[in-house]
């Protein structure tokens, strides 16, 4: 408390106030400055308020708070902030479970995680806190929903979509497991078609593929992760035609099949279609066809061709349905013998025979090239390329997310809410009863409303959005939090991006549109209104937000309750003025975290999302800290979104930077405006510069023996260690494993009573100590102890030498260089070792246990010498920079401990600046890392074997000597066994002048 009070708000400021009246730190940069060298935005992955951290929570932000308190202390202008995932489907459940309402049980949670925040130290820019089920942040995702939409990247249809039965919402494909499940309720998902709303991703398959390449600070297997989602395939298209004897002009019908290995056309046994390719509704037509699971409906045309002899898939599809003629088309190079049993899927060269025509004897590559040139000659095929990546289904079918800004009028279709009427504002009086519907269509008064565009009696979409939309651009936010500007917001900013024409490319990616509509309550309601006349009207932009209605009763899983609430549904068309509806699925939550990382910067704004020159100075975000399961979803919607910000001509503005207008002129979005516009908004392409994903925290479990059943807390007695258990029921020794944290394996546990027993600091200590943050962390309460003891050995230190210190020691050690003594050497290149390890994990590799552990060796240096533990001697110069810089590189993580230690260390001095983060990190000197060496010559069994250049002070620790000397290459050579890697028995080791010499005598004669 003490020093949560002193530190203030943020300790950023306070300490940047002392910084700047000791003239130690230069003048604060402003965040509207173009210049962003010396800005550093830190932020982890903001989380959902599910009611109470866990250690995962501790370990992702005690790794951010570090880092962001480091380049606090090099002088940078850190902006480090936290919001709030809040809208999904888990708060409508919990509202049934607890007979509370979404809203209420959100801000409660909000509440009590925030305060637990704050007592692990976690220090954040709370000014710049936000909520993504607020209206004042959802108004801005069906904001940004509605320029995509007049870009044409949003669009509505109907399609066969993944459904959940337990939870009643549609699921993106991202959202369904390997075996078919939902990844939230585990229920066996079913198909079921529903008219969804889309955002065209798609239209940037490529370039979030390209600019893969450029994300250099990324791990490389989170790329990849993203490459496979993507899924680029070239090759190439054929027409197959169809004769239909039922067609009395006798015309062809064609199926278009995109195939990865044109070479295997003459192997062509049959055609598999998708069950929802057209043809299926056609049952008058007689052809060959078989309709297989294996065919993906969005991926290609929906129809592949069967080739059993050279695809494994084809190859089990023909010999379950019994189709022959699987002859094989294409041989190894080698001439070897394809076996007949199973198909040979490789590349090779056409076999000599009559089907492959003039193509026999051709390589594969070659072959292939040669059929697309033919076949494109006659109009009977073409090159392609494919993406697995599909546009994002944003609708959910919930209440407790972004309302989607859209009103159905039924004569102008979807019409988009009017801006200026943004937020379309989540109504919070909601009764959630039941998981029957989204409660949404329930409440009338905000379902019903004119139509924008005619004026007519029309509804709100009910659907909400995706909770990842709000996380796909949140980050941007904090950068320009104030922003309010938005009554001249569609003059001020230029058109979102130019729409793309969707037709037959010449490339195929695996990707697919996000599908982004819930048929939930809890979510930003979908900004559009459906008339009859007018079909789906697009709320108009001066009517966002539109917001979710409150009195929702949730009584089951059973439908979207927003199309239950009449008064919230029924409105008038706003483009005829007829009666009409909203849209009642709200969006995916993934479009609210697809743009949180903007907001954060500028959260107050009323006019826009953010001011354009503010995310210019501080994007993209630095350094992004999360788990490694966001690296599909979020990631790569996040990317999207910030590419179709990027990629915009909306936010054209003033090339020089100096002007806030943005042009008049919005006709004109390329040429010279366009490239003014990618001059100044270049910085942001990408959202993440660096991406750091920390591993997972395990906890210890304990399972009987016979049935491996998971064992309570209280089955086990764990007194001589939780590694000693045994059952007490049996006195068995149980079978002991880390594993992922849950309830049902009596694994978890709470940060709270560990920081009330432990202290803050020593929990994040451990944390970081404990495994590499990639890694995945066992945790065990047992071991924690040691950093406690290490705590206290700091404190024994300080107590130590507090009334001897001087802290003019840094004038004395250039002084008084030529009179060091070789403790003093010594004690001065473990400060430099240690400098340089700390260093090189905040601003490289992020290795905090072994940097943890490097100040650990410093400190057992520092205590071990012969003057700290004499109260009557003077203390050695270089003991108190040492001890200075300890506490200084110990601050970022553990600052409650840095601070009350040097706070006495300065106890005396007037000049103590209140806070060790008023001062500078430690520098680096090079020439200290240069040590007195000395050439170790090493026999085995007396004979010379190598030599070796070592610390002459490694050269006094015997024990310390033979560790190196074993560790090393040549050690490994000569002591060690090649085949089994063991060390030689070693009988003893005769140590000669401080290291000159060293022989080892093993039983070994090598």
């Not at 939409?149 to 979509?161: D, H, S, T």
């Not at 008049?664 to 392409?685: A, H, P, R």
Request: hydrophobic share 35%; net charge neutral; charged share 25%.
């Amino acid at each position: 408390a003490k020093w949560s009070e002193r530190w203030g708000k943020s300790s950023r400021l306070t300490a940047n106030d002392i910084r700047n009246k000791h003239n130690a730190l230069k003048n604060s940069h402003s965040l509207n400055e173009q210049n962003n060298d010396k800005h550093f935005y830190a932020l982890s992955m903001f989380p959902y308020p599910s009611g109470n951290l866990h250690m995962g929570h501790v370990r992702v932000y005690t790794i951010s708070d570090s880092i962001s308190r480091y380049h606090h202390l090099t002088g940078k202008n850190v902006i480090h902030p936290m919001g709030w995932d809040a809208f999904g489907l888990p708060a409508e459940n919990a509202a049934i479970d607890n007979n509370t309402k979404p809203s209420t049980w959100t801000h409660e949670n909000i509440k009590t995680m925030k305060t637990q925040l704050k007592n692990i130290m976690i220090d954040i820019d709370w000014e710049k806190e936000f909520a993504t089920c607020e209206p004042n942040f959802y108004k801005w995702t069906q904001y940004i929903f509605l320029q995509l939409y007049k870009r044409g990247l949003i669009y509505q249809k109907e399609a066969v979509v993944n459904w959940d039965p337990v939870d009643k919402t549609v699921l993106a494909n991202e959202q369904v497991d390997k075996n078919g499940c939902s990844w939230r309720s585990g229920a066996v998902v079913e198909k079921k078609r529903l008219k969804q709303w889309f955002i065209k991703i798609t239209a940037f398959s490529e370039e979030l593929l390209n600019d893969l390449e450029t994300l250099d600070k990324w791990p490389e297997h989170v790329k990849q992760m993203q490459r496979n989602w993507i899924g680029k395939s070239e090759g190439a298209e054929f027409d197959f035609y169809l004769n239909n004897p039922s067609n009395s002009e006798n015309k062809l019908q064609k199926i278009s099949v995109f195939t990865t290995r044109p070479d295997t056309i003459f192997g062509v046994s049959y055609i598999a279609i998708s069950s929802e390719h057209p043809l299926v509704q056609q049952g008058s037509v007689k052809i060959p066809i078989y309709i297989a699971d294996y065919v993906l409906a969005d991926y290609g045309n929906g129809a592949v061709m069967g080739v059993p002899a050279h695809d494994q898939r084809d190859y089990e599809f023909a010999i379950a349905n019994n189709i022959q003629n699987c002859e094989p088309v294409i041989e190894p190079c080698d001439d070897s013998t394809v076996a007949e049993t199973l198909p040979f899927c490789g590349k090779g060269k056409l076999k000599n025979i009559p089907k492959n025509g003039v193509y026999a004897g051709m390589k594969s590559d070659e072959a292939s090239k040669k059929i697309v040139e033919f076949v494109s000659s006659k109009e009977v095929g073409r090159s392609q390329t494919q993406y697995r990546l599909r546009d994002w289904l944003l609708s959910r079918q919930r209440y407790w997310g972004t309302p989607i800004p859209f009103i159905h009028c039924q004569g102008c279709g979807p019409v988009p809410v009017p801006e200026e009427d943004l937020p379309v504002v989540l109504p919070l009086n909601v009764e959630i009863s039941s998981r029957g519907g989204n409660p949404l269509n329930r409440i009338e008064e905000w379902k019903n409303v004119k139509c924008p565009s005619c004026g007519n009696p029309a509804h709100r979409e009910t659907d909400t959005m995706d909770t990842f939309v709000d996380s796909s651009w949140y980050f941007f936010r904090f950068l320009d939090h104030e922003n309010e500007k938005f009554d001249e917001a569609s003059k001020k900013i230029v058109e979102f991006v130019s729409s793309k024409e969707v037709g037959r490319s010449q490339t195929q990616y695996r990707l697919r549109d996000w599908l982004l509509s819930r048929q939930r309550y809890w979510g930003t309601p979908i900004p559009f209104i459906h008339c009859q006349g007018c079909g789906p009207v697009p709320v108009p932009e001066e009517d966002l937000p539109v917001v979710l209605p409150l009195n929702v009763e949730i009584s089951s899983r059973g439908g979207n309750p927003l199309n239950r609430i009449e008064e919230w549904k029924n409105v008038k068309c706003p483009s005829c003025g007829n009666p009409a509806h909203r849209e009642t699925d709200t969006m995916d939550t993934f479009v609210d975290s697809s743009w949180y990382f903007f907001r954060f910067l500028d959260h107050e704004n009323e006019k826009l999302p953010f001011d354009p020159l503010k995310i210019q100075s501080s994007m993209p975000v630095n350094i992004y800290i999360g788990g490694v399961e966001h690296s599909i979803l979020h990631l790569l919607y996040s990317r999207f979104i910030t590419k179709a910000i990027q990629d915009s001509g909306r936010f054209n503005f003033i090339e020089s930077g100096k002007n806030n207008d943005f042009k008049k002129d919005e006709t004109k979005i390329l040429g010279s405006d366009k490239k003014m516009f990618s001059d100044s908004f270049k910085s942001v392409k990408e959202p993440f510069k660096q991406l750091l994903t920390q591993g997972m925290v395990h906890g210890i479990t304990y399972k009987e023996p016979s049935t491996e059943r998971y064992l309570k807390p209280d089955e086990v007695d764990v007194s001589k260690g939780a590694m000693s258990a045994i059952i007490k029921a049996t006195g068995e020794k149980p079978l002991i494993s880390f594993e992922k944290m849950s309830k049902s394996k009596y694994n978890g546990v709470d940060p709270r009573p560990v920081v009330s027993h432990y202290g803050a600091d020593v929990l994040r200590l451990y944390m970081l100590f404990k495994a590499a943050p990639q890694d995945v962390l066992e945790y065990d309460t047992s071991s924690i102890i040691g950093m406690q003891r290490w705590i206290a050995k700091l404190s024994k230190i300080t107590e130590l030498i507090s009334r001897r210190f001087d802290n003019n020691y840094k004038e004395l050690i250039i002084e008084n260089r030529s009179e060091w003594t070789q403790t003093d050497k010594n004690t001065y290149l473990i400060t430099q070792k240690a400098i340089k390890k700390v260093t090189e994990a905040f601003e490289t590799n992020f290795l905090f246990n072994t940097s943890i552990a490097m100040l650990i060796e410093l400190s057992n240096h520092i205590h071990s010498i012969e003057a700290v533990n004499n109260e009557e001697s003077a203390l050695h110069i270089t003991t108190c920079y040492a001890f200075d810089t300890l506490l200084r590189m110990l601050s970022p993580f553990a600052p409650v401990t840095s601070e009350e230690l040097f706070e006495k260390l300065y106890a005396n001095d007037n000049s103590y600046r209140k806070t060790i983060f008023a001062y500078d990190w430690p520098k680096l000197d090079e020439s200290g890392l240069i040590a007195d060496m000395l050439t170790c010559v090493v026999q085995v069994n007396g004979k010379v074997r190598f030599k070796m250049d070592i610390d002459s002070e490694i050269g006094k620790d015997e024990k310390k000597l033979q560790e190196v000397l074993l560790e090393s290459e040549h050690g490994k050579k000569w002591l060690y066994d090649n085949v089994s890697n063991e060390q030689h028995p070693i009988l003893r080791v005769v140590v000669v002048k401080g290291g000159k010499l060293v022989n080892f005598i093993t039983r070994n004669k090598k």
